[in-house]
């Protein structure tokens, strides 16, 4: 597990989340994660044909005390537990990006979080996610305000 220095992290981030079952106190990298999905405005275009290919539904996780995305998955399937193994795949495993990619920064986030915490959207209160956070060691909460935190869709909704 890896932990990133707090003095560049956004001060929109809470370092309390309330959740259904207990408060956090956030006070470190990989202790909690947000996960979301949202749908952006935007389309993609068939690069060879032109032709209007959909709009992508985007899975995030972020950690919530520094900010940093851990992991996404993108695509045209309605978000569902196969779409979050995904995101949770990438955010957990660590991440190799050779030079094409140009990265200013690497990112050396990654491994089990303490927490997850989501919305009460049904993908997240399926068994199956129930059973990964057992599997993998982390624990899943539920936002206690789902309405007042909406971290993950500001960030993909922004204009």
């Given at each position: 597990?890896?932990?990133?220095?707090?003095?560049?992290?956004?001060?929109?981030l809470?370092?309390?989340?309330?959740?259904?079952?207990?408060i956090?106190?956030?006070?470190?990298?990989?202790q909690?994660?947000?996960?979301?999905?949202a749908m952006?405005?935007?389309?993609l275009?068939?690069?060879d044909?032109?032709?209007v290919?959909?709009?992508?539904?985007?899975t995030l996780?972020i950690d919530?005390y520094?900010?940093c995305?851990t992991?996404?998955n993108?695509?045209?399937?309605?978000?569902?537990?196969?779409?979050?193994?995904l995101a949770?795949?990438?955010?957990?495993?660590p991440?190799?990006?050779g030079v094409?990619?140009?990265?200013?920064?690497?990112?050396?986030?990654c491994?089990?979080?303490?927490?997850?915490?989501?919305d009460r959207a049904?993908?997240f209160k399926?068994?199956?996610?129930?059973?990964?956070?057992?599997e993998?060691?982390?624990i899943l909460?539920?936002?206690a305000?789902?309405?007042?935190?909406g971290?993950?869709?500001?960030i993909?909704?922004?204009n």
């Amino acid at each position: 597990m890896h932990q990133l220095n707090n003095e560049h992290s956004p001060e929109y981030l809470h370092t309390i989340i309330q959740t259904t079952e207990v408060i956090l106190e956030v006070t470190r990298s990989n202790q909690v994660w947000h996960i979301d999905h949202a749908m952006p405005n935007i389309l993609l275009i068939d690069e060879d044909d032109k032709r209007v290919v959909g709009r992508p539904y985007i899975t995030l996780l972020i950690d919530s005390y520094s900010g940093c995305i851990t992991g996404s998955n993108s695509g045209f399937e309605a978000p569902g537990s196969h779409e979050i193994a995904l995101a949770l795949r990438h955010a957990i495993l660590p991440k190799h990006y050779g030079v094409e990619y140009e990265l200013q920064q690497t990112s050396e986030i990654c491994g089990i979080p303490e927490y997850i915490v989501t919305d009460r959207a049904e993908e997240f209160k399926s068994e199956r996610l129930k059973e990964v956070s057992l599997e993998l060691g982390f624990i899943l909460r539920l936002r206690a305000f789902p309405q007042a935190d909406g971290l993950i869709e500001s960030i993909i909704l922004q204009n």
